[in-house]
């Protein structure tokens, strides 16, 4: 079957399966989306390198399929990455010029797969290349400062994309490939997704591993997971990644967290029913939605209560949880605490490129990057000078940092989360993924979301859903929140609501 006979527009993991069983060849599907990719991504920009093996690889899921290996829902499904996740053989350039040999700089090119790359390999998916990203992911907006140049939003063009992961969102929304990576430290997961109408899911802290991706705070508050059109699809792709793995330490805590029968194994379209749902407000964050904004907020109320759930005004007022926020200056309401370790994760993330690397320290990094300092006075970083323990980290980036103010402040927001969510008797909570509409794709403004600092910070799950859209054609999402390791919740409770609502629009592609 030849690749015009593939239309790959929409499909779902579902879908990829079905034509394998009509015949269509993971060969024939890979080279549909590279088609799709030629043909359009000079528009959206989305991707900034392609997998050459990858027509390969799929042929090598056929000839397992031919000899009638059973092979799981992912083989053979196309997939893209994020540009900060290392795949061997690739650069890995984090969107800066230095690390980019097609921008005059030198490519980073890793000798291993990250975790969970390796483990989308073990899957059987088809990595058809990486995505764009800002420089060293730092913002949760867009990617305009990319040395590849801006991503556009493939939903809403002349709108921010949402970051860092914005590459990875545009791919998805435009049909490049079935299904995204996407990783988060502050939004870029949750961001993109609701940017464009997709669904994502940002995973507890130490569900999945975070070795092998360029960090921001790797130590702290990275997180991996997918984006995807549908939440069946997410679900699938979080079996794949979930779990403890030896070459990341932190996974331990996952030992035991796990639904035993998998993500996909929760899906229901009734598990709304019964369950106690908390509202955005004050006591949460005293920052209010636009009048817009409540007005979609106010119709999603209503089709959850439609679902049979019980919705619970404000749940977090006179808890003092909103007091725990500290908006880190120079910033739109974003926490960076945590972010102090990104120096010595920085110096591990490069050790463990190899002895043949272009870069194998951080004191390299700073000396590669002087001229454009990403911790200067003009440096996308700047704002790291305000991180209290920042200064220490400097004097030894090499040494574990300090991290006993941002653990405080850990369990200062788990003890509330906990407090509230136990005196309400919540299952979890609903609110709008941001406040207002996107910004302008060039301009001052950022995504005004709802959730960014507070779930980084505690290491709590999300996920998003597609919950309608702005006069403008903007998207509407929400975001389910729960307590750690209640990703099968989550997931259950959004898979009820996509199914009874279908909220997500085919965007226009041209």
């Given at each position: ?23 269509v ?11 799709r ?9 989305a ?7 990858a ?70 998916c ?35 994309p ?108 009734t ?43 404000d ?49 390299e ?29 400097v ?11 941002f ?104």
């Amino acid at each position: 079957m030849t690749q015009e006979s593939v239309d790959v527009a929409e499909m779902t993991v579902a879908d990829v399966q079905g034509a394998f069983a009509r015949g269509v060849t993971a060969e024939a599907m890979a080279a549909a989306c590279l088609e799709r990719i030629a043909r359009l991504d000079g528009r959206y920009n989305a991707i900034v390198a392609l997998n050459p093996d990858a027509l390969d690889d799929a042929r090598a899921i056929d000839q397992r399929r031919a000899a009638g290996e059973t092979l799981g829902a992912l083989a053979g499904v196309p997939i893209v990455i994020k540009d900060t996740m290392d795949m061997a053989g690739a650069p890995s350039t984090g969107g800066w010029h230095f690390f980019s040999s097609k921008a005059g700089g030198t490519d980073l090119i890793p000798t291993t797969d990250c975790a969970v790359v390796a483990r989308m390999r073990a899957a059987g998916c088809v990595i058809l290349g990486k995505t764009n990203v800002p420089i060293l992911s730092h913002t949760g907006s867009h990617a305009n400062d990319s040395w590849a140049g801006p991503t556009l939003n493939v939903v809403v063009p002349d709108r921010m994309p949402g970051g860092s992961s914005a590459g990875t969102a545009s791919a998805v929304a435009a049909s490049y490939a079935v299904l995204g990576l996407a990783e988060e430290t502050g939004g870029s997961i949750q961001n993109p997704a609701s940017a464009q109408g997709l669904v994502g899911v940002k995973p507890t802290f130490g569900l999945v591993p975070n070795t092998g991706v360029m960090p921001l705070a790797g130590s702290t508050r990275d997180v991996m997971g997918p984006i995807a059109r549908c939440v069946r699809d997410a679900a699938l792709v979080l079996d794949a990644l979930a779990g403890y793995g030896s070459e990341d330490p932190k996974t331990v805590a996952a030992i035991g967290k796990l639904p035993s029968k998998g993500y996909t194994a929760a899906l229901s379209t009734t598990a709304l029913r019964g369950k106690r749902l908390g509202l955005y407000g004050p006591g949460w964050r005293d920052l209010p939605l636009s009048a817009e904004a409540a007005a979609l907020y106010e119709r999603a109320q209503g089709e959850l209560e439609s679902r049979r759930a019980t919705l619970v005004g404000d749940p977090f007022a006179g808890s003092g949880f909103a007091d725990l926020a500290e908006p880190t200056p120079g910033l739109a309401y974003f926490d960076a605490r945590g972010l102090e370790s990104i120096l010595y994760d920085t110096h591990q993330y490069l050790e463990r490129m190899g002895p043949d690397a272009t870069v194998k320290s951080f004191a390299e990094f700073a000396e590669r990057t002087k001229s454009e300092d990403a911790f200067g006075p003009s440096g996308v970083l700047s704002f790291m000078k305000h991180i209290r323990p920042f200064a220490a980290c400097v004097a030894d980036p090499t040494s574990p940092p300090d991290l006993s103010e941002f653990l405080a402040v850990r369990e200062a927001y788990l003890a509330k989360f906990e407090e509230v969510m136990a005196a309400h008797r919540l299952d979890a909570l609903v609110f709008p993924q941001m406040r207002a509409e996107l910004p302008p794709l060039q301009g001052p403004g950022t995504v005004l979301e709802t959730t960014v600092c507070e779930i980084n910070i505690a290491g709590l799950p999300g996920v998003t859903v597609p919950a309608g859209a702005y006069a403008s054609g903007s998207p509407f999402n929400l975001i389910f929140v729960g307590r750690l390791w209640s990703e099968s919740d989550l997931l259950a409770m959004a898979n009820d609501y996509e199914s009874a609502t279908f909220h997500r629009k085919y965007p226009v592609i041209t």
